[in-house]
């Protein structure tokens, strides 16, 4: 049960909303409830349309490094629910909807199904399994200029060992970036900061001209996670 905070003492009234701990629910969820609730990006995605407040993310990384460009052929592994892919299509013209503008892709892709994007190109598949990256390639009807990835391994309550894990997707995800991506490509995931990604970090620096770490503002202060963007691929290094 939820309830609109009351008045304060000068009268202005508390926007906020209480989260009433109910019979059966753990702390944790009304934890977590309240923070979904009073989250302004959680309200602005509902406003605007998105999947999830993520989207928000990856608006911020492309505004500021500007790698979603009209054309573009995009990648998004892991893609639901599908927030990254509703503002790839948008910025990389995947609808024709720029006049002038060339018509980009969003080509995303998970392991289960997921409800249709409008522009978007989805489809089940593992990106680990063998010959997923001649499949993307063939879907694509050529290489990538962006693979992008919001994943995450399903937590185990113990933050070393979901570090690692998410650190060895990220891994596995830009392998698949190295054999699918264009000349001057990008590559952008989700990493956790806690110092195991040396090995990422050194493979990219050899493959990319540049390297950045970012956390956007859409990141929750609270979350250990952290953006790679890594531009200017090169094919031959």
């Not at 620096?205 to 950045?212: I, L, P, S």
Request: net charge positive.
């Amino acid at each position: 049960m939820v309830k609109q905070g009351t008045g304060s003492g000068r009268g202005r009234r508390d926007l906020r909303v209480r989260v009433k701990t109910a019979r059966g629910r753990k702390l944790s969820s009304t934890r977590w409830l309240d923070r979904q609730l009073n989250d302004p990006y959680v309200q602005r995605a509902r406003a605007e349309g998105y999947r999830g407040r993520a989207a928000f993310k990856l608006i911020e990384l492309d505004d500021k490094f500007g790698f979603l460009r009209p054309g573009a052929r995009v990648v998004d592994l892991g893609c639901a629910p599908g927030g990254w892919a509703q503002v790839a299509v948008t910025r990389v013209n995947a609808l024709g909807q720029k006049p002038g503008k060339p018509q980009g892709r969003v080509l995303g892709v998970d392991l289960q199904e997921i409800d249709d994007i409008p522009g978007a190109e989805l489809h089940v598949l593992d990106f680990m399994a063998d010959g997923a990256d001649d499949q993307l390639k063939a879907w694509l009807d050529g290489p990538a200029d962006v693979v992008m990835s919001d994943m995450a391994a399903s937590s185990s309550g113990h933050k070393q060992t979901d570090h690692l894990r998410i650190v060895s997707l990220c891994e596995a995800a830009a392998e698949l970036a190295f054999d699918v991506l264009s000349d001057g490509g990008t590559f952008v995931a989700k990493v956790l900061a806690g110092g195991a990604e040396g090995t990422l970090q050194a493979q990219l620096k050899k493959r990319f001209t540049k390297v950045a770490n970012i956390k956007p503002p859409a990141s929750r202060s609270d979350s250990s996670e952290k953006y790679v963007v890594a531009t200017g691929f090169r094919p031959t290094a």
